[in-house]
Structures are given as C-alpha cells and as structure tokens.
C-alpha cells in the first residue's frame, strides 16, 4: 500500500501538499484526488454523494490527526477509485459509516444511543441525526470554537425553531456576546438529547443558569414554589407566545410522567374510544379514561397533574428581557383567561414525545371533574360556580345564625322589660299584702295576752 501512497504522492498537488504540510504522506496521498471540485458519486437512488475534502478544512478540523483509514477501512487501496461499490442512498452511507465514530466517541455514542434521535432512527425515521449530520468529519471544529450561530447543525432540521431563538434574549445575546448565552446544547444538550416536554426538563434546564430564581420570585410572587412547579417558565417569559393547560397523566406512587410502553399502545386507543365524536374529552370521558388507567396498575395510581404550558417550540423560543417578562397577575387569575382556553391530555410516548389529544376547556370549571384535575386550580380563571354557590350558602348560614339571634334578642328587648317590670310590681303588691296581715296578726296576739 506505501509504494501506492507513494505513486499517488508524486501526483499531489502542491496546493494540497502546502496546506497539508502537516499530514501524514497516506493522507496527502487520498487528498490528493478528493481536494478538487468533482462530480460526485451518484448512487443508486439517484442521489450525488460529493467526495471531495479540503485539505485546507481538514488540517484545521479535530481529526487532522486521524488517518483516513481510520474511518474507511473497508476501502482497499488496490481497487480504490477503479472497482465500483453500490450505494443506495447518502442516507445508507451515512448510517454505514456510524461505528467509525462509536470507535473513538465511545462517551458520546452511548449518550446518543439513549436521545430522542436514536429513538426516532430506531422507530425507521429517515430524517432523524446520525453522527455526519450534526458532525461533518473532514471539517469539524472544537465546540471551543466560537462560531457563528448559523453554523449550529440543529437550524437544519429545527429551522423555524431557531429562527425564533436567534430573535430572542439569549439568541441576540449570543451574537453580541459569544459564548456567554446559551446555545442549543447548552439546554438540550449535545448527544443525550430528550424530548423537552418530558418531566421537568424545561425547568431544570433555565434553573441550571438561573439559580437563584425561585429565591428571587418569592420577592414579589405569592407561593413561588408553587407556580415554579406548576408553570414553564416560558409562559411568562416568552410574553407573546400562545398557552394551554397541559393536563398530564402522573404516576403518583414512582412520583414520576407515565410513559406509553413500546409496542403496546393504550393511550391513543383509549382516548378515541372515549371521544368517538373528536370533540375533546368531556368531564365524564376524562374521569373513566383515569380509571381505565388506573385498573392497570391500582386505584388513585395514575393522576393527572396539570401545567400551564406554552403552545409551540418556537413559542418557547421567544424568550424576551426579564423586563418584559409578564407580571400581571390578572394574565391568569381573572374569568376567561386566555392560557385557559386550551387544554391536552399527554402521555409521554416511547421516545419521551408527548402524545396528546383534545379537552374540553369547560373540564376546568366543571364540578364532575373536580376528582380527575384536582391540584390544578388557579384562583379566578378555574372558578367552579356550583362550589362557589354552596361556599357563599354556607359561609350565609354560619353567619346568619348569630345575626338572628340578635336581632331577635333585640326586638323583644322591651316586651322582655314590661313583662320584668310587672312581676316586679307584682312581687311589691304581694310583699305588701303579706306585711299588713303580719301586722295584724301581731297586734291581735298582743291583745289576747294582756287580757
């Protein structure tokens, strides 16, 4: 293979010998061909898959110091570029060329075996990330290398969802900043990726940054803890973005969001059979709903736990200055507020993305439903009526009982006087009556002893 490299080498280009100084003479031997602009190789599917490599790239990039065989072991110098090897697609390409990069990225594979990615890539998807789509491996760069945002590999696939980030506080903070403001790894980290629904993931990911958040809350907003658990924190902070009540089925004994198991699908199922209509989960379907899941694994089990949540990725990517963050407290707490208005059921699927369906926002306010959603109630905007009446009743007849007393009390005040004041008079006559017959008796025995 040396007297190869050495055939091709006196054929280098002495561009890429130049830029190359640095490279091993079996890499300058490949570079050789590939540092050129070429057709490309078409493949089976139609698809141009380009071969070529800048020298220039490849010297500045992390694998300069990587032989090319390294990677391309199955290429054998004898027949390379002279015996032609099928290749159906780019994405067949891609997917063959992944155990190159677990054989050095050991760490990082095994996170990624475990992200939404690998999910989705498992579940036949064909537009999930391998390795190469996020990491091109001729030209990739340390992630200390401050590069400009548009070069994040996730604006390929979350386009519309960058495009709202690099609008928002830490996306025009980045540009002005560098490195200081949150990159999409920074929260949703680079391999181990998880949907950003799940669990508490939105909140641990801001609190990682902003720790003293909850602390600083508590100046200002009643029961912080409490809003920190049952509201994102975009719902404030992203103020123009659209808000539903995420209503989420809990498992209250491994105190954690129940997931739908794979291959055994129940949720979807269930939920149709109870809105044969499509119109959105009634109190009553809701409230069997829960206790067919809970017959699955014991009674009071599965919960629901609702959030308040933001609509979209991209609404919880219009993050804006805290000064603008909302505070009014009538946004929520007040009849007829606008994060009310939309209500999901969500069960975590498989790979951790939510499955949702349709419920009806009257749940909220209903009585019948005041088992199924109980622990979620803001005060103002979740009122149920009927309650209300029966506390008004109540609260009405506590205080009517002293309030009659009272009042009664003081009406037959002056009957009570009169009568009092004819017994007492009553009683004088009758202690006068008794007084002169005593005087009588006493004058009458005195008179009988001195005769």
């Known amino acids: 293979m040396l007297g190869l490299f050495g055939v091709v080498l006196s054929f280098a280009g002495p ?51 990587t032989s ?89 696939c979350h386009e519309n969802i960058f495009k709202a980030y690099a609008k928002d506080v830490h996306g025009l903070a980045r540009i002005a900043n560098g490195k200081t403001a949150p990159l999409c ?44 658990e049952a509201i994102s924190c975009p719902v404030c902070h992203a103020p123009t973005a659209q808000r539903r009540v995420n209503l989420r089925l809990y498992d209250n004994v491994a105190m954690k969001q129940i997931s739908e198991k794979a291959g055994v699908p129940q949720f979807e199922k269930r939920t149709q059979a109870a809105d044969t209509k499509d119109l959105g989960l009634n109190e009553r379907a809701l409230w069997s709903l829960l206790k067919e899941f809970n017959q699955d694994g014991g009674e009071g089990k599965t919960v629901l736990r609702g959030r308040l949540e933001v609509l979209s990725g991209v609404d919880a990517h219009q993050l804006s200055e805290k000064s603008k963050a909302i505070r009014d407290c009538k946004t929520c707490h007040q009849k007829g507020a606008e994060p009310f208005q939309s209500v999901t059921l969500t069960i975590a699927g498989p790979d951790g993305r939510p499955i949702r369906h349709v ?26 009526k009927l309650l209300d009446t029966l506390l008004i009743m109540v609260m009405l007849g506590a205080v009517s009982v002293p309030i009659g007393h009272m009042t009664i009390k003081r009406l037959f005040k002056s009957v009570r006087e009169k009568l009092a004041a004819e017994r007492i008079a009553a009683r004088s006559e009758t202690d006068g009556q008794d007084s002169t017959h005593h005087r009588r008796t006493d004058d009458d025995a005195s008179k009988n002893s001195r005769s």
């Open 15 to 65: 561009q890429a010998r130049a830029e190359g100084s640095e490279l091993a003479k079996e890499e300058l031997a490949c570079l050789s061909c590939h540092d050129k602009v070429e057709p490309g190789k078409k493949l089976e599917n139609g698809e141009i898959l380009s071969l070529a490599i800048s020298t220039k790239a490849y010297v500045e990039s992390m694998h300069k110091e």
């Open 68 to 156: 090319c065989e390294d990677c391309h072991s199955d290429i054998d110098a004898k027949t390379h570029g002279k015996k032609i090897t099928p290749i159906k697609s780019k994405r067949d390409f891609t997917l063959s060329m992944r155990e190159s990069c677990r054989a050095c990225h050991k760490k990082n594979f095994t996170q990624y075996e475990d992200s939404v990615h690998a999910a989705l890539i498992k579940d036949g998807s064909k537009e999930a990330p391998l390795c190469s789509d996020c990491h091109n491996p001729h030209t990739v760069r340390s992630t200390k290398t401050v590069e400009p945002i548009t070069a994040t590999p996730c604006a390929n």
């Open 185 to 228: 790894a920074d929260c949703h980290k680079a391999h181990n990726v998880q949907a950003a629904s799940l669990g508490s993931g939105v909140k641990d990911a801001c609190l990682s940054c902003h720790e003293n958040a909850v602390d600083q809350h508590k100046d200002w907003l009643p029961n912080a803890s409490r809003h920190f």
């Open 359 to 384: 419920v009806q926002q009257e749940v909220l306010t209903s009585l019948l439903a005041t088992e199924s959603v109980r622990g979620f109630y803001a005060i103002g905007s979740t009122r149920i």
